[in-house]
């Protein structure tokens, strides 16, 4: 008999860094050969073309998978199954599998899933890793600063902060068995130790917590922890299992639509309207790739609440259209309209 294919599952909420430690992962992946399997939100697969866009000889195109749907814990059966069914009937079967899930994804229904009959005996997971960004965390973000989240009830009593965010950063958290705490680099000293006394109340005693910057945590650390988590599910289950007794459950409680802007502002002027239109419109991410007027090369978008990136990635490619595609996320209901209106009318201005 083969011995099982270790799997690491990466989650974390929207922008808190997955994307980046499974690139650093590759890049220091030590001679181990890796498939990944990625899962988005939002239609138009900007992680898969972040890792492909990094050049890097261990980021090779068949290792890469894209799950088609947006959420891999609605999709178990139909997309999930079958995926890890194809890997494992490759002749060269990887050493290690590593899934990134979708920042929005409940991590519990895809932990269960190892336990399904078609694959059990074949892989089992060697940890479930959550990515946390301590930048949002300090700024009190989501729910898990709860000083933060009072001050603003305070501030409105009609809001209604009892957040689908909140529920799924801890369902996020008590999934763990380690935490990378990651973007220490935005973050002083104290804040950070306050940012993990509170990552502590919602995690499950004994997880570890690691800080790191741009997801640079070792590969030894990271892969390799033998936790085969599906026999451990005890303490982790989510708020909607404990509430519904392990029903469906619902993502009508965020949505994502993507959009294409003919290429025309300058990189200024368009950064400067992604992030009015973010502010304005509470869009909690945003991504995608721009064609900005005379570049060679693509402008890689990333906005994370109110903080957005940007970066040259790599030359456009023959046949490849120039425009500026972009996915936006937010809590539902998004106002669709207004913001492709807001986003659209600096290029038409251009
Ligand atoms: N300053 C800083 N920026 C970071 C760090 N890690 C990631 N980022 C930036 O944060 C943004 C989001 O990073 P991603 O790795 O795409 O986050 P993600 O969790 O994969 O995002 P989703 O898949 O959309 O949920 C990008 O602009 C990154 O460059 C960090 O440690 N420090």
């Not at 999709?75 to 002749?91: G, S, W």
């Not at 000083?147 to 009609?158: G, P, Y």
């Amino acid at each position: 008999m083969t011995s099982k294919i270790p799997t690491t599952v990466i989650t974390g909420f929207l922008g808190a860094g997955k994307t980046t430690l499974v690139r650093h992962l590759l890049a220091h992946a030590k001679g181990k050969r890796i498939a990944l399997i990625i899962n988005e939100f939002g239609d138009i697969g900007v992680d898969k073309d972040v890792l492909a866009g990094c050049g890097d000889e261990t980021c090779r195109e068949e290792d890469m998978i894209e799950l088609a749907n947006g959420c891999i814990c609605c999709t178990v059966a139909d997309d999930f199954i079958p995926t890890m069914k194809q890997i494992l009937a490759r002749p060269d079967r990887p050493d290690h599998i590593v899934i990134e899930t979708s920042g929005l994804a409940l991590p519990q229904p895809l932990i269960r899933a190892f336990n399904w009959p078609e694959i059990k005996a074949e892989v089992t997971i060697d940890g479930v890793v959550t990515v946390a960004d301590a930048a949002a965390l300090a700024e009190g973000r989501f729910a898990a600063n709860e000083e933060a989240v009072d001050a603003q009830r305070r501030l409105d009593e009609m809001l209604d902060h009892e957040t689908p965010l909140g529920e799924l950063f801890e369902d996020q958290m008590v999934a763990a068995d380690m935490i990378v705490l990651n973007k220490t680099d935005l973050v002083d000293p104290a804040a950070l130790q306050a940012v993990e006394s509170e990552l502590k109340k919602h995690m499950r005693k004994g997880t570890q917590i690691v800080r790191a910057a741009n997801g640079h945590v070792d590969t030894i650390a990271l892969l390799g922890l033998g936790m085969s988590t599906e026999d451990n599910l005890a303490g982790r289950e989510s708020h909607h299992e404990l509430e519904h007794d392990g029903e469906g459950h619902e993502h009508d409680d965020f949505d994502s639509f993507s959009l294409t802007i003919p290429s025309g502002p300058g990189r200024d002027q368009l950064l400067t309207a992604i992030a009015d239109t973010i502010a304005t419109h509470d869009v909690l991410r945003l991504k995608g790739f721009a064609a900005i007027p005379g570049a060679r090369a693509r402008l890689a978008i990333q906005a994370v609440g109110p903080r957005v990136n940007a970066y040259f990635d790599r030359d456009w490619q023959e046949g490849e259209a120039r425009e500026t595609r972009l996915v936006v996320i937010g809590e539902s209901p998004l106002a669709r309209d207004a913001i492709e209106a807001s986003l659209k009318k600096i290029a038409e201005a251009a």
